[in-house]
């Protein structure tokens, strides 16, 4: 499943291509994705021109002059850009056909994901009022985790995975953050201190700084905004290693599920 870094990584890849753009044309191939694409994209965007990409969450805003268009990957989902004459694949659902002659494909074998109209302010858009802040913006930090800890007996790896408290930390991000600031996965949230909390963000930044510099971590294949492969799989520390020894002491990694989510830790290394 594509991850925020992997968002990030298409944003930063289609981008350069998309922004300042005329689009031309609209073709919607299959319509229900995971809700269906609303049918009046093809009036609304031609003649629009691409003012900007920005992302929320793993959401990408493509804001045009006509108003703004969410896009999601959900599990399967992948931009690209191509030349408008060069044949479409068989998964290629959506087309945006561009001034440069180039066209925007999505491609979505599992149709999980969006395309949705939020028009003229979209941060407003349900899917993205009651969303946590960014991992990488200066709002999240030690103080707001600490405070939003407080009282919940809940595990700290569930707790940093819900999209309220702050968004884009998923399953392989969160158990590496917590090895790295030695934190044990299923420890209650509102048991930890300040101080600890403090290295848990530094390390979810860090991990997802990481990533999005290596073009996004994943186990899937994936190709980016330029055609190329945007996956690159990083060395994890503990994620997937169940039984191996420790990269630090040489403990054997353990495995444990919460949320329903498989989690995995070093018993020494993380207390
Ligand atoms: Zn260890």
Known sequence: MP??????????????????????????????????VPGDLSERLPGAQ????????????????????LVHLGMSGSLRLAEADS???????IELELGSGQVLRYCDPRRFGAWLWAGEDPLAHPLLAKLGPEPLSA????????????????????FIMDNHVVVGVGNIYASESLFMAGILPDRAAGSISKARYAKLVEAIKFVLDRSITQGGTTLRDFVGG????????????VYG???????????????????????????????
């Open 139 to 158: 709002d999240f930090d030690a103080d707001y985790l600490y405070q939003c800890a407080k009282g919940k007996s809940q595990a700290v790896k569930t």
């Open 87 to 93: 044949p479409r694949l068989k998964h290629d659902h």
């Open 50 to 69: 691409v003012l900007g990409v920005e992302r929320r969450a793993k959401y990408l805003l493509l804001g045009t002059s006509a108003g703004t268009l």
């Open 226 to 237: 330029d055609g190329k492969p945007g996956y690159f799989q990083q060395q994890l520390q």
């Open 241 to 271: 290693r169940s039984g191996e020894p420790c990269r630090h002491c040489a403990t054997p990694i353990k495995k444990l599920v919460l949320g329903q989510r498989a989690s995995f830790y070093c018993s020494h290394c993380q207390s």
């Open 3 to 36: 991850e925020l870094p992997e968002v990030e990584t298409t944003r930063r890849g289609v981008s350069p291509h998309l922004v300042g753009q005329r689009i031309q044309a609209v073709r919607v191939h299959h319509q229900q994705l995971r809700w269906p």
